[in-house]
């Protein structure tokens, strides 16, 4: 390569003679140095700058001196890929590298250290592995500032890191160290900035080496694996602004010299093992203290009064602790207070009085203590108020007034107290209110007509409220009133509250008919209208909502039939006891699940036997009114009717067993994609009900044992189409099914032959004998009792990912399965996953309806947003279903159990939102603290994944290499 580069150049000599070399020379080189850079690197599409037509300084990237010479590269998320390139340190001037967020790989490029003059080095969030060189002092003598973060680097850092003496900023953090990191860092006296947070350090103590450090502003280890007491050195560095220990194994007590530190403005100490008492009394010099974090320890005792002599306070964070007694009066005197949250300690008194009235305070959460007492007056007073979140207190009076006129308002959780009297009405026209939560207290007032467009969850339900139902809120997601005084009848216009997802107004004094727009609902997953006065029939377009899961119209006036269409929902809750409605049960209701779904419905008949109505089986009254001729007419023709009703039944079930036998060669259509040691009247034959194993995705699943040597077993999908589909659907449906056929991977289930007739389709797969996910997660599986340890759960993650990530990044066009949820990943006999049942159902239930019918595609709890407004799917609802999956692995949790927020998504965010601890919502089976840190790599793994933004989850790809990263860190 170097003898070509000086071809090249003696070649361009040559055909400008007229030039000097003193003009050309410099810049040549500098210019095919980049040329070369460019080629190192996979398909550079953000670098279509760098070509012969502009000026190379000009270049993406690009910084020139005043001589042409190179002296920075920043390339920052630039879409690179590949290798690290060795040209880049044939630029003699280059000072300044930054190539950080691309996709390079590769060890640790060695070939840095022809690179004399850098002084800048970030090649963080790319794909680098391996260890980190004994000899990496060899770096330039110049470096300032190094930065490897968020790599794949092992093993340990080495003591030659401590003679890189000119480092102001070193930052290692997120990656895959797994040995010890040395006290030689101690020695790096300019060091200003350290950063070794999120990797799995052997467990150790602080070195007290450390304390040398005596320019150190920003210590950052949270998740390092320390342990012992916090070193007293540390208590000799008077730069330090930030410090965080957060999430590690430390125990004793707050060194009492940490407030000599008195630049410190953050201190974070959380989910440690700390304890003793905070002592601030007296002198404690801390002038630029801002912010202190001890939440999640074991602290006990009081707040002391001295608190409120921190005159520059401006964030105090001791949540999840054992703080006792009152909270000191004088914390309400701090003139920078802007964020105080105290809750799930043991505080008991009453709130400092003044709170609010003297800071720009945003942020006030003091829920889970023993409270009592009112609300303070002023804790808008600066203008600037958001959140108020005293739930689980003991505390009384009313909501201050000044509440009302607080425009900045967007969170307020005052359940579970006692607070009473009229909510003041301006809280309803905050224009930022998104949550409300007032549920479990003696409120009172009205609702205006119109909620704030904000506002997704209002919970008011055991209060006193009165007046009418909002008719309009448009992104309310959950509202519930239950065990109120409201009246009036349920709006009209329900499509004005179309994001509805829980709707439950039980026991209050609403009248009127239920309105047929509530079929606009169509992300509502439970309704709740019990105990009130309705009248009228039940809608018919309840049974058209396609994620109702519970449905309860108990206790009211309404009459008529059932709806029929009723039978179409996937019901966990039905309860249609105490109305009058008369006639015949549907017979898709007539199931032992609802036996006691229609009590004290007078009028109501079936002929199920398990259900608590009246037969509809009625013996005739007395025939004395009839003449004795006339009933043995009836008698004759009635006979005459079962004699032709056997005869038709005889020939149906001949001609059916004839089907079934194979003994019509045009009645079954085999398509095979494998080599089949079976035939279609093998598989037909075997669709009894003996073999029913389940049902789902509109058909039913049976296991058929082919009867073969090897004890060979096949699962059969039976989807069945009760209209005639027509020749377009047929070949979309063909052309699916050859795609699938042809897919071969590990981790996707094996189609192995599609059987057809007139009215039903049999899609034929391998078996998989540990049967679905959801059984193992959610479920005792067929009696056993024995859990997926954690290693398990791993093996399938990263199974289902490669399964994934092969349909949306391996094959052409990608595959967006669209129903990716624990149901449909399959596990055989070792465990290993398989992608299954890509949505063949759906696609047949189509038959002669237009090709614009639009339908929710997927699982409720599964679905991504984006679905509810758009028919646009595209590999990223996947990966948000994936997410989902993810979060029941870590959890045990369903992906519909979301206590209050719904959805497993948004409480898991919620939950990692509040800071508690991600071992507090563990699967109980799985809480083993050797895999305490992978099991929050997945948990995290699956809340990026379930993010609100399609554009902001990552791909499949990047998905499958963190879940990798966690099975490398338990092998």
């Known amino acids: 390569m170097a003898s070509m580069h000086h071809l090249l150049l003696f070649l361009s000599l040559i055909s400008f003679p007229s030039k000097s070399i003193s003009q050309i020379t410099p810049n040549e080189v500098e210019r095919q140095t980049l040329v070369r850079i460019k080629s190192d690197w996979d398909n550079p599409t953000s670098l279509a700058s760098w070509s012969n037509s502009t000026s190379y300084c000009k270049w993406t990237g690009i910084q020139c001196s005043s001589n042409g010479a190179v002296i920075s590269i920043a390339l920052s998320n630039q879409g690179l890929s590949g290798v690290f390139s060795p040209s880049i340190c044939d630029l003699k001037n280059l000072s300044y590298l930054d190539l950080s967020d691309n996709n390079i790989g590769g060890t640790f490029p060695t070939s840095l250290y022809n690179c004399s003059n850098l002084g800048f080095l970030n090649i963080s969030f790319n794909l680098f592995v391996g260890g980190l060189p004994a000899d990496i002092d060899s770096l330039s003598p110049r470096l300032t500032y190094l930065n490897l973060g968020s790599n794949n680097f092992t093993g340990d850092i080495p003591p030659a890191v401590g003679r890189l003496t000119k480092l102001q900023t070193l930052w290692l953090y997120s990656n895959l160290f797994n040995g010890t ?43 390092t694996n320390l342990e012992g007491e916090i070193p007293e050195s540390l208590m000799r560095l008077p730069a330090m602004m930030h410090l965080d220990l957060t999430r590690n194994s430390l125990n004793g007590s707050i060194p009492a010299g940490i ?21 601030l009394n007296g002198s404690i010099g801390a002038e630029g203290l801002e912010e202190i974090d001890v939440s999640t320890n074991q602290i006990n005792g009081s707040i002391p009064e001295s608190f409120g002599d921190l005159r520059n306070l401006s964030h105090l964070i001791m949540y999840n602790n054992r703080l006792s007694g009152e909270i ?14 105290l809750f799930n300690n043991s505080l008991t008194g009453v709130l400092p009085p003044e709170l609010g009235k003297n800071s720009p ?7 889970d203590n023993m409270i009592s007492g009112e609300l303070p007056r002023d804790l808008c007073a600066k203008g600037v108020f958001g959140s108020l979140v005293v739930s689980n207190n003991n505390m009384s009076g009313k909501i201050p007034e000044s509440l009302g006129s607080c ?17 003041p009405v301006g809280i309803w026209s905050a224009t930022y209110l998104t949550t409300v939560l007032m549920h479990d207290n003696a409120l009172s007032g009205t609702l205006p007509d119109k909620l704030p467009g904000n506002l997704t969850r209002l919970q008011i339900e055991r209060n006193r409220f009165t007046g009418s139902i909002p008719s309009s809120a448009g992104n309310l997601v959950v509202l519930t009133a239950t065990d109120n005084l409201f009246s009036g009848e349920i709006p009209a216009n329900l499509n004005r509250i179309s994001s509805l997802q829980n709707l439950k107004l039980a026991r209050n004094r609403i009248s009127g008919g239920i309105p047929a727009s509530i079929s606009t609902l169509t992300s509502l997953t439970e309704l709740d209208l019990s105990g009130n006065s309705l009248s009228g029939e039940i809608p018919a377009g309840i049974g058209s909502l396609p994620v109702l899961t519970s449905l309860d119209l108990s206790s009211n006036r309404l009459s008529g039939d059932i709806p029929p269409q009723i039978g179409n929902l996937k019901l966990n809750n039905l309860n249609l006891s105490s109305n009058d409605l008369s006639g015949e049960i549907p017979a898709s209701l007539e199931s032992p699940a609802y036996s006691n779904s229609f009590l004290s419905n007078a009028r109501l008949c079936s002929s199920d036997a398990t259900l608590v109505v009246r037969s509809c089986d009625r013996q005739s009254g007395s025939s004395g009114g009839i003449s004795r001729g006339l009933r043995i007419l009836f008698l004759v023709l009635g006979a005459v009717v079962f004699v032709i009703a056997v005869a038709f039944a005889f020939i149906v079930v001949r001609e059916y067993r004839k089907r079934s036998e194979g003994s019509d060669p045009a009645a079954w259509k085999l398509t095979s994609f494998q080599m089949l040691n079976f035939s279609e009247n093998v598989i037909v034959r075997g ?11 509109g058909g039913k699943v049976f296991r058929i044992s082919l009867g073969s040597r090897g004890g060979e077993i096949v699962a059969v999908k039976k989807i069945y189409n009760a209209r005639k589909s027509d020749s377009k659907l047929e070949r979309e449906f063909e052309s699916e099914v050859k795609t699938l056929g042809s897919i071969r991977h590990t981790n996707i289930v094996k189609l192995l032959c599609c059987i057809s007739s007139v009215d039903s389709k049999l899609l034929v797969y391998e078996y998989m004998g540990n049967g679905s996910l959801d059984r193992w997660i959610h479920q005792t599986m067929w009696g056993q009792s024995r859990p997926l340890d954690w290693p398990t759960r791993v093996q399938i993650a990263v199974g289902a990912a490669r399964g994934l990530c092969y349909m949306h990044h391996e094959i052409s066009p990608p595959i967006v399965h669209r129903d990716v ?19 063949l159902a759906r696609m047949l239930v189509k038959a002669g309806e237009p090709d614009t019918v639009s339908a929710v595609a997927g699982s409720f709890g599964y679905m991504a947003p984006e679905c509810a407004y758009t028919r646009k799917v595209n590999e990223k609802n996947d990966v948000y279903s994936f997410g989902v999956v993810l979060l029941e692995l870590t959890t045990g949790r369903e992906a519909t159990d979301g206590g209050e927020y719904g959805s497993l998504a948004e409480w898991a965010w919620r939950h990692l939102q509040d800071g508690s601890e991600i ?3 563990t699967a109980k089976e799985i809480r083993d603290p050797t895999y305490l840190a992978e099991i929050e790599v997945m948990f995290k793994l699956g809340i990026i994944c379930t993010g609100t933004l399609p554009s902001a989850r990552p791909t499949m790809k990047e998905v499958l290499q963190m879940l990798l990263r966690c099975e490398q860190m338990h092998e």
């Open 181 to 223: 990191y040395p006290a030689e860092i101690g020695d790096l006296s300019n060091l200003e900035s350290l950063a070794l947070a999120y990797n799995n350090f052997a467990q150790t103590a602080i070195p007290a080496r450390f304390g040398n450090l005596s320019k150190l502003s920003f210590l950052w280890m949270v998740s």
């Open 259 to 279: 407030w000599n530190l008195k630049n410190l403005r953050f201190l974070y100490l959380s989910q440690n093992n700390l304890s003793g008492s905070i002592n």
């Open 328 to 341: 000191p009066a004088s914390i309400g005197l701090l003139p920078s207070l802007y964020d105080l949250r």
């Open 361 to 367: 305070l945003s942020n006030f959460e003091v829920a």
């Open 407 to 423: 425009a900045t308002l967007n969170d307020i959780q005052i359940q579970n107290n006692r607070f009473s009297g009229d909510v």
């Open 687 to 697: 669709l009894v009900d003996e073999n029913l194993i389940g049902c789902g995705g």
């Open 821 to 839: 949820k624990s149901s449909n990943i399959l596990l055989d006999s070792e465990f290993r996953a398989r992608i299954a049942d890509f949505g």
């Open 919 to 921: 071992s507090d919502v």
